[in-house]
DNA sequence: CAGTCTGTGTTAAAATATTAACAAGTTTGT
DNA sequence: ACAAACTTGTTAATATTTTAACACAGACTG
């Protein structure tokens, strides 16, 4: 087991300061992923080769993602597992425990949150809430769902940045404008339209019927030219 | 109310013979449900301008992309929205019913399954399995759950192409092996899980945590430069 | 029916992202 | 202690994607 200096490289931002693609970031939680399996296999050390492997993503980019924040890895070696999480972690925002709040506790938000109560370990749902009286004091895995008047009041007081959407289309750009007046700046949509925030809110849509329609276009048999 | 002259380009593959980038076409189903709307609100006409408010993209990027497959609309007046669409039902290959299984009836599953079948109209659910016993027979809105054995016919008698899987990770590549051995071969796949499959077989990642991590990447408060 | 206006389609430029090549450290074996 | 085998991090080259510019075609106006 050979041991490792562990190179410094205290900064979480990119080195040179150029805004990272949103494609790298998108990248990241993948590592941190693979990295999780690995550590709970105690495997210590791992190689770009075998990240690629396990990643799908070639070896070459990888290892330029990563060189993106800094130098993380030990030549001739690889790559330590912990400590490079920790870092992807610091980096991604992910070494705090992360709030959340879910807007829409129909069949999908539903699902939704308790997928990521059971599979995202880096997310914790700190309420969920609905417009509907007929769901109030349901609950999702001892979660209940709260009226729309008491989002709010949670929002502030556990300082909540981010929220997640399933709500009906037509009411979904009221609740974005809710939820900004309320502070939160990054949210994840699953509405299928597009919405409209202030810049410095981030959104991301997640249009689940969009996924399956481009994916058709791939069954068609198609001569290769 | 102009009278348009429909331009003609019968074919949908891309002019030129470079094939069009996977970017492209995760854009062509959001023009696709703006031009429903549109349609639907009775709407002849939209210029990529309008299009560009209703989706987000740039009006010069819709117009690219648009050109990419032809020239459909009229220089000085727009684009006629029922042509568009026509159009781009064929390019996406969703001008045909287009009937998917689902693997994995889990809450996800259940919760998928319905999405699809209320909020995407071109796609048909032809079957759902899992290899649960218990989940034999539940129904998700008059679809019953059949049994794994039951799935190769049903495959084979519908031609079916496209599948859609929501099984624990662990199961995902037994899963995807038997998909891709009776003929499936475009999989959408919400495991977190990297999949394998032959040359010719695509498989599209959605995997929900990576989406709520990475968005996490950005509300987190950063200075700029 | 010339002239103006509008908005597409195309071509060129710029920005991003990926791939490749290789120099520079590390470890291992002898 | 030196050479061979690895594997990172960096720099350069390539490819892709997006943005911009503008010529061109149709439609409306007087």
């Known amino acids: 087991m050979p041991q490792q200096k562990k190179p410094q490289n205290p900064s979480v931002k990119d080195k040179k300061g150029t805004k990272t693609s949103k494609s790298l970031i998108k990248r990241l939680p993948v590592y941190l992923r693979i990295l999780d399996n690995l ?5 210590d050390i791992i190689s770009s ?5 396990e990643t799908g993503f070639t070896a070459e980019q990888i290892r330029k993602d990563l060189a993106t924040f800094g130098a993380f890895g030990t030549r001739g070696t690889g790559y330590n597992t912990s400590y490079l999480r920790e870092k992807l972690l610091k980096i991604t925002g992910l070494d705090k425990q992360i709030r959340i709040v879910v807007v829409g506790s129909g069949h999908l938000g539903k699902a939704l949150t308790r997928y990521n109560i059971l599979k995202n370990p880096y997310v914790e749902i700190a309420g969920i809430f609905d417009a509907n009286p ?6 999702i895995l001892g979660i209940k769902v709260q009226a729309m008047e008491d989002m709010p ?3 502030e007081e556990q300082s909540i940045k ?4 399933t709500v ?3 009411v979904a750009q009221a609740v974005v404008d809710l939820l900004v007046e309320n502070g939160i700046s990054a949210i994840l949509n699953f509405a299928p339209t597009k919405l409209r925030a202030p810049a410095g809110v981030h959104i991301h849509n997640a249009d689940l019927t969009i996924e399956l329609q481009s994916l058709i276009y791939y069954s068609l048999e198609r001569e290769k030219e």
């Open 153 to 155: 009041r949670l929002i």
């Open 162 to 165: 981010v929220a997640m959407i």
């Open 49 to 53: 080769r075998v990240l690629s492997d």
């Open 168 to 170: 009906p289309a037509e």
């Open 39 to 43: 550590i709970r296999r105690d495997v």
């Open 134 to 139: 007929a769901e109030l004091n349901t609950e």
